[in-house]
Nanobody, 125 residues
Framework: QVQLVQTGGGLVQAGGSLRLSCAASGRTFVAWFRQAPGKTREFIAA????????YYADSAKGRFTISRNNEKNTMDLQMDSLKPEDTAVYYC??????????????????????WGQGTQVTVSE
């Protein structure tokens, strides 16, 4: 079993920054998703157990950075240059994996067996 516990999030003005953290242990492939009201859950970023390669949605490229620290068993999402359209509930997700999933599969919520509790991010004008 993998337990994911999220911290961070909150309210920030447009152009500001927030950092989300997720306590995640084990040899897992991890990702961040978000879900805005009335919308489906959207892939944001993912990285492997080693944290060596990161994968991003187009909406996150250049603004968001995913990282993990296996000594501390944490996985973070640094979000910069935030926009009102980034407002959503953000979730960390994990799947036990010894190899990197293909780039289509990693974007599908159904691939992940373990989920954090979600945290609200609100970006004001």
């Amino acid at each position: 079993q993998v337990q994911l516990v999220q911290t961070g999030g909150g309210l920030v003005q447009a152009g500001g920054s927030l950092r989300l953290s997720c306590a995640a242990s084990g040899r897992t492939f991890v990702a961040w998703f978000r879900q805005a009201p009335g919308k489906t859950r959207e892939f944001i970023a993912a990285t492997s157990w080693s944290g060596g390669t990161a994968y991003y949605a187009d909406s996150a490229k250049g603004r968001f950075t995913i990282s993990r620290n296996n000594e501390k068993n944490t996985m973070d999402l640094q979000m910069d240059s935030l926009k009102p359209e980034d407002t959503a509930v953000y979730y960390c997700a994990a799947q036990l994996a010894t190899s990197v999933p293909n780039r289509i599969a990693m974007r599908a919520p159904k691939m992940y067996s373990f989920w954090g509790q979600g945290t609200q991010v609100t970006v004001s004008e």
